[in-house]
């Protein structure tokens, strides 16, 4: 496993395919405990003069109470390989699987968080704001239809600190 250090603005993939097309894994823990949730809602950006990434979770997931806790998350990127494991990570909850066992995927700790051994790309990402998304502010209404358990996810911002790419 060998990852270099590259500036976020050498990523030459849109965000949009990334994280809608790719998918992506969304991890936070440490090395005693982490958990791991597929993610295919978010983007990535500038925000308040930083490079952002913009994460949805749902209240339910076991994956939000470890992002709760954690000041740091990464975000893995596959290049669209892996989507049975990736499938499995966004349906399965880490309260009653070990993930990384049912999937062969290698967790690895780079910058004090969690990431994988077959990522194409990881983003480190320090947590610095949050917001429960409201109903309310739906413009489109047929949004709602997202939801018919009413469990508005919560946005989280992260700060991109550091990006790596796969050698």
């Not at 590259?6 to 993939?13: G, M, P, S």
């Not at 979770?57 to 740091?72: A, L, N």
């Not at 910058?111 to 320090?126: D, S």
């Amino acid at each position: 496993m060998s990852f270099s250090e590259i500036n976020i603005r050498q990523i030459d993939k849109s965000a949009v395919s990334l994280i809608n097309d790719e998918w992506a894994l969304v991890t936070a823990g440490g090395k005693e405990k982490w958990n791991t949730m597929t993610i295919s809602w978010g983007g990535l950006g500038e925000l308040w003069g930083r490079d952002a990434a913009f994460i949805f979770i749902r209240p339910q997931r076991y994956t939000r109470e470890f992002i709760e806790k954690s000041e740091i998350f990464t975000l893995s990127f596959f290049g669209g390989h892996y989507k049975k494991e990736l499938s499995l990570c966004g349906s399965k909850s880490g309260r009653e699987i070990d993930k990384a066992a049912a999937t062969g995927l290698k967790p690895v700790f780079m910058e004090g968080a969690v990431a994988f051994e077959q990522a194409e790309l990881v983003l480190v990402c320090r947590k610095i704001a949050f917001q429960d998304l409201d109903p309310a502010g739906f413009l489109d209404k047929s949004i709602e239809d997202n939801y018919p358990s009413k469990d508005y996810h919560r946005l989280y911002v992260g700060e991109i600190l550091k990006t790596y790419k796969k050698n």
